[in-house]
């Protein structure tokens, strides 16, 4: 079946500029996460989703950044007044119940000019 | 959460047998101990889990002594196409946030 899909696949903004980043999970995925990557290192939790909730933000760095799973399933991250040092990979990920398993999508490359 | 060390590279040749170490000296007595495989411009995919002794699947066999504070992740005749950064990660399944925890991983070059 299907995996984890992410769009925009790259997107170039500029400082002080509002994106959206959005992510489709497996069909059935009840639990969903965003990481973000930066070059040379490994992905860094940002938020969790079981559901509709977002059952831990701990990751997220401050208030620009915020993610919605409305109904359930696509989940869009969406950080407000970018950043130079937003400039990352943004990876989704998603499981069936939680754990340790999870499945990644390819990510989007986001670059703050 | 047990945080884990691996070395930074390795360098191997097709055909060989590569053994990838991690140390996890803190591990908690609920913590499972899970591989992953990152290529360069995707996301990672889950290679293999252990709680203790060996595992084996069609990729990789995952071997953790009785102590569990290591494990070592084994690929058997790689070739070209297995490299990629390996990350071990330790965590519990029960644990309510589920968030994996990445150290930097382990670079792994296959030469010809």
């Known amino acids: 079946g299907a995996g984890v899909s992410q769009t925009p696949s790259n997107k170039v903004t500029e400082k002080g500029k509002y994106v959206e980043l959005r992510c489709d999970p497996i069909s059935g995925h009840t639990a969903l996460y965003w990481y973000r990557q930066s070059l040379g290192q490994g992905p860094e939790f940002l938020i969790y989703f079981q559901g509709t909730g977002a059952a831990d933000d701990s990751g997220l760095p401050n208030d620009r950044f915020f993610a919605v799973r409305p109904e359930g399933s696509v989940s869009t991250l969406k950080i407000q007044r970018t950043e130079r040092g937003d400039s990352a990979m943004y990876l989704c990920?998603?499981?069936?119940?939680?754990?340790?398993?999870?499945?990644f999508g390819p990510g989007t490359r986001l670059t703050v000019l | 959460l047990a945080k884990t060390t691996q070395p930074i590279s390795m360098d191997s040749y097709e055909g060989q047998e590569v053994n990838i170490t991690c140390s996890h000296n803190?591990?908690?007595?609920?913590?499972?101990i899970t591989w992953y495989q990152q290529f360069p411009s995707q996301g990672p995919r889950f290679i293999i889990q252990?709680?203790?002794t060996k595992v084996t699947n069609e990729v990789a066999s995952l071997f953790i002594p009785a102590d569990r504070k290591s494990s070592t992740l084994s690929l058997p005749r790689v070739s070209l196409s297995d490299t990629a950064v390996y990350y071990c990660?330790?965590?519990?399944?029960?644990?309510?946030?589920?968030?994996?925890?990445f150290g930097s991983g382990t670079r792994l070059l296959v030469r010809p």
């Open positions: 990660l330790v965590g519990d399944p029960g644990d309510s946030s589920y968030k994996l925890i």
């Open positions: 252990g709680y203790k």
């Open positions: 990920a998603s499981s069936a119940q939680g754990g340790l398993e999870q499945f």
């Open positions: 803190n591990i908690a007595t609920n913590d499972y």
